[in-house]
């Protein structure tokens, strides 16, 4: 089945730590997208990718890192610098092209910082 | 960044009932694309729209992109318990805004019964 897949479910974090959240599309989509949730706050746009080894910052990327080595592949780092990271973080992926608006979102993860 | 101006905030109402929500914004945008977010869930898209003026359904679902293209609106008819959650509406900007999709801040919908 075509998807993107968002691992793991639910994720605990020491201060202090780094954290790897993954993204996995097999849409064959350019543009991937990273979005933090808080409750009563909507999606917010961490960062970006329209294409393979190119990103760029959303709306709140500090303390955050991505990478875009393939094009199925989109990992955010939740670093040690982001000063309040406990969220629910939603990966997404659309096509660039003619009428590819819509976007496709995985099911979550969850950070939690203990 | 920008975020659209989604209402209400959230809804209580009766099995049964129709729902209306909207989203404005001071600018205009190409597409509007309204999502419906359960708990522990990522948003699942409901209708996509693309032309000023279109209405679209989808079974108890009608949305219409605004002929300003600064507005949409969402209607459900006869609410049912599953119509439970939060839903966004999010707009692609027709100018200045890349390949990225700008979002509402979301309307809770709980469903008496």
């Known amino acids: 089945d075509g998807g993107i897949t968002q691992s793991p479910k639910y994720l605990f974090r020491k201060e202090g730590q780094n954290v790897t959240l993954s993204c996995e599309q097999n849409?064959?989509?350019?543009?991937m997208y990273w979005y933090r949730q808080d409750p009563g706050q909507g999606l917010r746009l961490i960062y970006y990718?329209?294409?393979?080894?190119?990103?760029q910052k959303g709306d709140i990327a500090e303390g955050y890192s991505v990478s875009r080595e393939k094009k199925e592949s989109f990992p955010l780092t939740v670093t040690s610098a982001q000063k309040n990271p406990t969220a629910f973080y939603l990966c997404?992926?659309?096509?660039?092209?003619?009428?590819?608006?819509?976007?496709?979102f995985g099911q979550g993860t969850r950070l939690t910082v203990v | 960044g920008q975020q659209l101006n989604q209402s209400p905030q959230s809804m209580f109402i009766q099995e049964g009932e129709d729902v209306s929500m909207n989203c404005t914004s001071s600018?205009?945008?190409?597409?509007w694309l309204w999502y419906k977010q359960e708990p522990g869930e990522g948003p699942v898209l409901l209708i996509a729209?693309?032309?000023?003026?279109e209405l679209t359904s989808n079974g108890r679902l009608t949305a219409q992109f605004g002929i300003t293209r600064k507005d949409s609106f969402l209607n459900i008819s006869a609410s049912i318990p599953s119509d439970v959650g939060i839903y966004f509406c999010?707009?692609?900007?027709?100018?200045?805004?890349?390949?990225?999709?700008?979002f509402g801040t979301g309307t809770q919908l709980k469903v008496e019964l």
């Open positions: 729209l693309y032309k000023a003026g």
């Open positions: 600018s205009i945008f190409n597409t």
């Open positions: 997404a992926s659309k096509s660039s092209g003619t009428g590819g608006t819509e976007a496709f």
């Open positions: 990718s329209q294409i393979v080894n190119d990103f």
């Open positions: 849409l064959n989509h350019d543009a």
């Open positions: 999010a707009g692609q900007l027709l100018t200045g805004g890349g390949n990225k999709l700008t």
